[in-house]
C-alpha cells in the first residue's frame, strides 16, 4: 500500500501563491488516480482538484484557472500549485489516492489512501 505526506502549506497574503506537494513511499503512484481534497473547521471535506491513472485532470469551479494539478512519476509527488489565492482557500489540504482509473471529487469517501494534511491558511 502507498504512505503519502504533504507538505508545502503555510500562511500567504491573498492574491499570493503556494506549492502543495504529496510524495509517495511504498508503491508507485502510477497506479493510482489522485486527488487533493480541503477541509475548512466545521465543514465537510471536498474535492479540489483529481488527476486520472491516463492523466486527466479536472477541478472544481471554485479554482478553475487559478489551481494545477500535476505529478513528477521520477520523484514519486503529487503537487497543487496554487495561485491567486483568496481568503476562502484557507483549509486543511489532503492528498488521496485511489487504486482505481478515476477519484471522484464529489466522493471522498472512494479515496483508499491519504495524508495527514498541511494546513493553508489566506490572510487578506
Known amino acids: 500500500q502507498v504512505q503519502l505526506v504533504e507538505s508545502g502549506g503555510g500562511s500567504v497574503q491573498a492574491e499570493g501563491s503556494l506549492r502543495l506537494s504529496c510524495t509517495a513511499s511504498?508503491?508507485?503512484?502510477?497506479?493510482?488516480?489522485l486527488a487533493w481534497f480541503r477541509q475548512a473547521p466545521g465543514e465537510e471535506r471536498k474535492g479540489v482538484a483529481t488527476?486520472?491513472?491516463?492523466?486527466?485532470?479536472h477541478y472544481v469551479d471554485s479554482v478553475m484557472g487559478r489551481f494545477t494539478i500535476s505529478k513528477e512519476n521520477d520523484k514519486n509527488t503529487l503537487f497543487l500549485d496554487m495561485d491567486k489565492l483568496v481568503p476562502e482557500d484557507t483549509a486543511m489540504y489532503f492528498c488521496?489516492?485511489?487504486?482505481?482509473?478515476?477519484?471522484?471529487?464529489?466522493?471522498?469517501?472512494?479515496?483508499?489512501?491519504w495524508g495527514q494534511g498541511t494546513q493553508v491558511t489566506v490572510i487578506s
Open positions: 511504498g508503491d508507485t503512484l502510477r497506479r493510482y488516480s
Open positions: 488521496a489516492a485511489a487504486a482505481r482509473s478515476f477519484l471522484s471529487l464529489s466522493s471522498p469517501s472512494t479515496a483508499n489512501y
Open positions: 488527476l486520472y491513472r491516463d492523466g486527466e485532470a
